[in-house]
């Protein structure tokens, strides 16, 4: 983990304000799945918002779930991020936001509501607003199903997207692996296992030849991995399995190697001819390959080094929405959020004294990019 740069605060009021208003949030449980949960949330978010900026949040409504944005004038920066968490409802009884020392935890406190309260606390110390729009989602941990459109509408108006993801190992995120995801059917015909197997056609025995054919699509040279993942098969001890399924978690670092597992996948064909098998899925997110965040990682990079620390870029294999953001064509840098560890996992936590540091960190970056 680096060091926290001189310009870290002690707990001083502002430190006491910024860790209440992110008690308030992650206490505010948002469950993806759990839209009630997530409108409520929205509230939160919306009325910090208020509080810090004097403005009153845009409520998207979209297949009945909550989103939030601000706009200041006409849109050449968006930051970008979400306030719903993979974490169910109850789980902040279980692990309740505790701050012990520099560490804060918490359910969703590292993915990513200290990223959300740093945004608004970034746009808000912003002497000239105008030119920026702020967009915070409630669906990123099931993949934007109901605001992709809605991201990849904005991103397009803007000449930079940043997104306020949490940080990796305090890293910002440079390249991120595109993401597919395959549901592979197959078709049998069922017969009694004991009195005439001959007669049936394996769904089962055709699925397991076609994990090492799916398992060879990967390159470890381009870093594409293919991964089968959940598998089920039969409906009895007794028959010969007549349906199957299989499900394949794709990670590839460009859009031409998505592109090239994608035709592999869908030309995939059974051995027993009397199987069939039917392929469903294909690309989710598209990579964030790091030429869409070079220019805006060397502006960052140099705007850390007037704080008194080195920043550093990593690629990562997990998604978000800048995979969205950078396939419409926008600069997009990530990983501008919270400096911490454990998401997704019950260790999760933030480096409290990094937050004001990544705050100035992406408001230095927003004031340049109005400029």
């Known amino acids: 983990m680096p060091a926290t740069p001189q310009i870290a605060i002690d707990f001083d009021e502002s430190t006491v304000s910024t860790i209440e208003a992110l008690r308030r949030l992650v206490e505010t449980e948002?469950?993806?799945?759990?839209?009630?949960?997530?409108?409520?949330?929205?509230?939160?978010?919306?009325?910090?918002?208020?509080?810090?900026?004097?403005a009153e949040a845009e409520r998207l409504s979209l297949e009945g779930r909550p989103h939030l944005r601000w706009r200041f004038g006409a849109p050449r920066v968006l930051l970008l991020g979400h306030f719903d968490t993979v974490w169910p409802l109850g789980t902040i009884r279980e692990r309740p936001f505790t701050v012990d020392g520099d560490v804060a935890t918490g359910p969703g406190v590292f993915d990513m509501k200290a990223g959300v309260v740093q945004l608004l606390y970034a746009v808000a110390g912003l002497d000239q607003r105008d030119g920026i729009e702020i967009l915070?989602?409630?669906?990123?941990?099931?993949?934007?199903?109901?605001?992709?459109?809605?991201?990849q509408h904005d991103a397009k108006q803007v000449l930079a997207a940043l997104v306020l993801e949490p940080s990796q190992e305090g890293a910002l995120k440079i390249a991120?692996?595109?993401?597919?995801?395959y549901t592979l059917r197959f078709h049998g015909i069922p017969a009694h296992?004991?009195?005439?197997?001959?007669?049936?056609?394996?769904?089962?025995?055709e699925l397991a030849r076609t994990v090492p054919l799916v398992e060879a699509i990967a390159d470890p040279h381009q870093h594409t991995?293919?991964?089968?993942?959940?598998?089920?098969?039969?409906?009895?001890?007794?028959?010969?399995?007549?349906?199957?399924?299989?499900?394949?978690?794709?990670?590839t670092a460009t859009a031409a190697e998505q592109d090239r597992v994608d035709r592999a996948m869908h030309d995939l064909a059974p051995q027993d001819a009397r199987?069939?098998?039917?392929?469903?899925?294909?690309?989710?997110?598209?990579?964030?390959?790091?030429?869409?965040?070079?220019?805006?990682?060397?502006?960052?990079?140099?705007?850390?080094?007037?704080?008194?620390f080195e920043l550093r870029g990593v690629a990562v294999g997990g998604g978000s929405d800048g995979n969205i953001?950078?396939?419409?064509?926008?600069?997009?840098?990530?990983?501008?959020?919270?400096?911490?560890?454990?998401?997704?996992?019950?260790?999760?936590?933030?480096?409290?004294?990094?937050?004001?540091?990544?705050?100035?960190?992406?408001?230095?970056?927003m004031e340049e990019l109005l400029a």
């Open 325 to 365: 953001t950078a396939a419409t064509g926008t600069d997009t840098l990530d990983g501008l959020g919270a400096v911490g560890d454990g998401a997704h996992a019950p260790h999760e936590q933030v480096r409290i004294s990094q937050m004001p540091v990544r705050t100035e960190l992406v408001r230095r970056l």
């Open 225 to 251: 991995t293919v991964t089968p993942t959940l598998a089920r098969a039969g409906i009895a001890v007794n028959v010969v399995p007549p349906e199957a399924e299989l499900h394949v978690d794709v990670r």
């Open 30 to 54: 948002s469950p993806s799945s759990d839209i009630p949960a997530c409108e409520r949330c929205a509230d939160a978010v919306a009325a910090l918002g208020y509080r810090l900026l004097g």
């Open 136 to 151: 915070l989602t409630s669906d990123e941990e099931i993949a934007s199903p109901t605001s992709r459109s809605l991201i």
């Open 275 to 308: 199987v069939r098998i039917d392929v469903d899925g294909g690309p989710d997110r598209p990579p964030l390959e790091p030429e869409r965040s070079a220019a805006l990682f060397d502006r960052a990079r140099r705007i850390a080094t007037s704080l008194g």
């Open 176 to 181: 991120r692996k595109g993401i597919s995801q």
């Open 193 to 205: 296992a004991g009195l005439e197997p001959e007669k049936g056609a394996s769904a089962l025995s």
